[in-house]
């Protein structure tokens, strides 16, 4: 198992209390293997994934949209840093190998 590309993940909630609202951020990696794709506690083999894409304003910590195809329906994930490594080892990885395509 070879570690291709890695993709912070930002998860966003929300608390309520008494005389407040909090937002709480936390992160997790998306790791992409020359097998398969590991979301947090989600493992996607390559075969099942149609298409990773995303979606990112330029501006200095805005927040973006990376969106995984797959046959179980499209997952949709918050990001901060530019998805553009994963993507394009995802393509590459695709155009290699014809089972993926």
Request: net charge negative; with cysteine; proline share 2%.
């Given at each position: 198992?070879?570690?291709?590309?890695?993709?912070?993940?930002?998860?966003?909630?929300?608390?309520?209390?008494?005389?407040?609202?909090?937002?709480?951020?936390?992160?997790?990696?998306?790791?992409?293997?020359?097998?398969?794709?590991?979301?947090?506690?989600?493992?996607?083999?390559?075969?099942?994934?149609?298409?990773?894409?995303?979606?990112?304003?330029?501006e200095l910590n805005a927040m973006g949209f990376l969106y995984l195809h797959t046959n179980r329906g499209v997952r949709t994930y918050y990001i901060k840093d530019d998805a553009y490594p994963l993507v394009s080892a995802y393509q590459k990885l695709k155009s290699e190998r014809p089972e993926l395509r």
């Open positions: 198992m070879n570690l291709l590309a890695s993709q912070r993940c930002v998860e966003i909630h929300q608390e309520i209390g008494w005389t407040e609202k909090r937002i709480i951020e936390t992160s997790f990696d998306m790791k992409l293997f020359d097998n398969k794709l590991i979301v947090k506690d989600d493992t996607f083999e390559l075969t099942s994934i149609f298409d990773i894409s995303y979606r990112k304003k330029p």
